[in-house]
């Protein structure tokens, strides 16, 4: 009893205790993170300069290119060298559209860009998915030079110059999509809203596949195909509608990406693209749905803040990060971030261990 | 395994702090390094000026060249415009037209930069094109400008012509002075190789000449031998015309050019734009380019106050012979004199005032452009010679303030 | 004819690099299992170290090749033992591992050797051409040649006829059971991965006769290694050896005769193969 009284002292009125502890189950339980990380996204931008507030924005629509890589190669097992052809699928649609149609509509640019690259991925998947492991990845990196290549080639595929020959190699002038609401046009600013409303979009969409019996066979395909078979899977549909979402997703990022960076080029098909969401997934951790999100904030930050602060010197940083990373963070950042929170929730939030 | 997970810990730890803290700095005041020692006495605000320049990257070799020239015409100018301090904020465009349209807009957004030097490239100064025409901000190229950007749109100096007007002069040297009458060629595939083609072959044609072969080779190609295996021989081509957009490049299709002459009677090569090649890259190549006709934008030797002094002074600085180096050289010091006109005022009106429709001495030459911000210069037809030692490009024609691109308005 | 052996030549010298580039990639990938992914930054640091031996001080050019395939051995061997040894059977960090260590090995090079390209370089005692039967050919692109043709037979005879080769190629499918013999699996990986670096760097000093070094080389070149192991198959020599020569040639003959589809000509042959037949022309299926 005289403990009891003694410890009471200490404590809070019992309606603001329960308000904090309402809070702070909310916080800390599982949507906490999300929850922090959209608090946080939508707050920051104008107390950030410029520069930074691009790289947000950059960030996220490389989030969504690598969450969407990430269903394939965290979840299904597989590691793609070639989703920079979805991704620059997506670019391009819009691009072209913008230069050779004059549609600059969203409606219309948007699912079109999510068309092209599911039509590529349903024509490439019969003949990517014969493989696995190292196979898979050779075929894929190379399906994605090839495009590359055919990019480089293909006249409608850049501008035309001086005296009728190619001129500048890609799309250079791409502008922000019209979204056909009066009195609202995107500008630099809008336009971070926007990618953020369209990640959170597709994040919640992520994870209702993945937490679906759907993305919970892929998982079981990763961990032994066989043995799924034996059970009854057909995973050869399973894999091909996995690539499918995958190159879906990829190729919104792509759009996205076409209108934030205003210029969309051959080398979005290549492989120096689609390592990035290889990359970013490796070290957020691609087993969790937001491994490659946490990936993605590394790398883009990293990355652009090294080349400003370390001018010549940006790329040994950044490779340096890579081998670190790999040598003591084996299940990625994004992981041991989830433990930690766990753990914290423990501590101070009585959720259950 | 627990020393892992703490290792693991921490670097995650050191990585968010370092983030957060990054972000503080960059709130309260851009941390970019700037080419400047720290500037004289005033205590008026700096003028800032940008640099695109590509130090990562396939062409990460010319970068560091443009930053010697900057440097040099800021020492001369003692870190000082129209009696404020000047800042040259660098930012490495990457070899690449997404890198630079993120630097582009990271300098004047940021920064506050209204007038930047570069890029270089011809698809990244058409990617910054559209940002820099909304914003206004004052962008020139460094040795090759495209004709979108000049065209299309209203902020961009082609300095020190557009490529096609600057090689329209070699295609009537061709013609007249060489007596040529056909023509092959071999150019780099991208947009500035085409450019360079196109203009020397307008000159070419409008003399009367005519294109008997053409040829695009990828940037980077690591073979030309089959290139020059399929070149047509003196009696289908009186020149071949080559243009590359890289020193290497060159180089190794020179060698191969080298190597099929032994064979066939090949047409003599013209070279575009032999200021790709750096002094110690013609001298690996001695054997190959000595005796050869070439158009360069600049030429070191030219005997001219303006030109000696700056070759004398970046000699004293560098212990080397300038090159393109000049080019960044210039076009800092026009910015300058500019911005000496305007009373230190950067904005658009100002500065677009200042610099076109005016007649600049520079190094190179004479130098004006139009308002649509077309460089009208001179354009060089040399001779690589080997003069005491080294080996450079020799004045044997100059065409005067004769680079009007027909494809400019 | 004079057009048709030139370009067949040229498609050779042209392949024959291609080739030594290809060939210890093929080791590492076929024979070991692992994805190397820093091999063409190998090529190149060795290429450079080859240059600073030849040109910056003076010496000979034979022993600037080996200089720069010890140099490029050594680092390899570095990145084996400090870390690719630990990422056995795993992939995806290999691939990350190696392409972080391809951005170093290249930022490295920026650094030391700056961005300027270096102009090829050769041993002047080969400089001039040889007259083969009336036609003029470059000494330098024959003794190319005829380098690759020496170390696809040495290459071959490791492979195939000696018991480290048997050895490693046991490894591969059984790393347990060879172990279980007695044999230090962990040395012959050493040995097999050094060896590997130094025909990287080997290959970086005699295709600079031909190509020059630049820091671009190091991206450059793996792409071409994987093009030419996915046309002719992993881990073997002669599959190596097919798909570089065939390669090379197809690149020569298609460059000089339809230039518009230059960079076309390697990646449609890559793609057909890899729809007729995956496993490369004359490759094993490794898992």
Known sequence: MEKDRIQRIGRLPNEVERVSHLTSRILLGRFGPLIIAVILLLTLPPFVPMDIRLMMAKF????????????????????????????????????????????????????????????????????????????????????????????????????????????????????????????????????????????????????????????????????????????????????????????????????????????????????????????????????????????????????YFASIHMRLRWPLILGSIFVVAVMFARAGVGVYLERLWKKVGVRYGNTKS | MKNKKFLLIVVSVILVVGLLLSLGACAKAPATPTATTPAPTTSAKPIKIGALIDLTGPIADMGPRFKEGIDLALEQLNYTIAGRPVEVIFEDSGSSPTTAVERMKKLHESDGVKVVIGPLMGDQQSAVAPYADQQKVIYVGYINSTTGPVADYGTFLAYPATCVGQQRPSGWYLYEDKGYRTMATLGSDYGGGHEYIAGAIYGFEERGGTVVHKVWAPIGSPDFSPYMAAMPTKAEADVLVVFLSSGEDAARCLLAYANEKAKRDLPPVFELIVDVFTPQQYKDLESVVVGMYAQSTYLPLRDDPVNNAFVAAFKAKYGQTPVIQQNAYTNMMVYAQALEITGGDDSYEAMWNALTNRDFQTPQGPLRYSSTGEGLSNTYIAQIQKIGGEILPVVVKTYELATKDPYVP | MEFFATNLLNGLSFGMVLFLIASGLS?????????????????????????????????????????????????????????????????????????????????????????????????????????????????????????????????????????????????????????????????????????????????????????????????????????????????????????????????????????????????????????????????????
């Open chain 1, 60 to 303: 996220l629509i490389f989030a969504i290119f690598a969450m969407g890589f990430n269903l394939v190669f965290g979840y299904l097992g597989l590691l793609s060298l070639g989703h920079g052809v979805y991704f620059g699928a997506g670019g391009y649609t819009v691009a072209l559209l913008q230069y050779h149609l004059h549609i600059d509509s969203f409606w219309i640019a948007m699912p079109l860009a999510i068309l092209v690259p599911v039509v590529l991925a349903a024509l490439l998947g019969p003949i990517v998915l014969r493989s696995t492991g190292m196979y898979f990845l050779l075929l894929t990196f190379a399906i994605g030079e090839l495009f590359y290549s055919i990019s480089w080639q293909a006249r409608f595929m850049s501008v035309i110059g001086v005296g009728g020959e190619r001129g500048v190699r890609g799309i250079p002038s791409v502008i922000y999509p019209d979204l056909n609401i009066p009195g609202l046009a995107l500008d630099t600013t809008s336009f971070y809203y926007f990618i953020l409303v369209g990640f959170v979009i597709c994040y919640i969409l992520l994870y209702r596949i993945t937490n679906s019996p759907f993305g919970h066979a892929l998982v079981g395909i990763r961990e032994g195909e066989p043995r799924m078979q034996a059970l009854g899977f057909n995973t050869w549909r399973y894999k091909y509608i996995a690539l499918i979402i995958s190159a879906a997703f990829s190729g919104v990022a792509g759009a996205m990406f076409a209108w934030h960076n205003t210029i969309i080029d051959p080398s979005h098909f290549a492989v120096g693209t689609s390592f990035l969401p290889m990359v970013m997934s490796i070290i957020g951790g691609s087993k969790v749905l937001f491994g490659p999100v946490i990936g993605a904030v590394i790398v883009i930050f990293v990355e």
């Open chain 3, 27 to 287: 080791i590492i990938i076929g024979v070991m299992g692992i994805i190397n992914l820093s091999h063409g930054a190998l090529y190149m640091f060795g290429a450079y170290v080859g240059w600073t031996v030849a040109k910056q001080y003076g010496l000979n050019f034979w022993f600037a090749v080996l200089s720069g395939a010890l140099a490029a051995g050594l680092v390899g061997l570095f990145i084996e033992r400090g870390f690719l040894r630990r990422l056995y059977k795993q992939m995806n960090e290999q691939v990350l591992l190696t392409f972080g260590f391809v951005y170093i090995i290249t930022n490295i090079c920026l650094w030391v050797w700056g961005g300027v390209a270096k102009v090829p370089f050769w041993d002047p005692a080969l400089s001039g051409s040889f007259d083969l039967a009336g036609l003029l050919y470059p000494k330098t692109r024959i003794i190319v040649i005829c380098i690759g043709v020496v170390l696809a037979v040495f290459l071959w005879w490791l492979q195939d006829k000696t018991r480290v080769g048997a050895i490693v190629r046991a490894g591969m499918d059984d790393k347990e059971m060879v172990t279980a013999l007695g044999i230090n699996m962990g040395r012959v990986s050493m040995l097999i991965f050094f060896l590997a670096a130094f025909i990287a760097g080997f290959a970086g000093v005699v295709g600079a006769q031909l190509w020059g070094v630049y820091t671009y080389q190091g991206l450059q070149t793996l792409l071409f290694a994987l093009i030419i192991i996915i046309v002719g198959g992993i881990g073997s020599i002669q599959g190596a050896l097919t798909g570089a020569l065939l390669i090379g040639v197809i690149d020569a003959f298609g460059k000089a005769l339809f230039p518009d589809l230059a960079m076309f000509t390697m990646y449609i042959v890559m793609i057909v193969i890899l729809i007729v037949k995956p496993s490369g022309l004359l490759g094993r299926k490794v898992q």
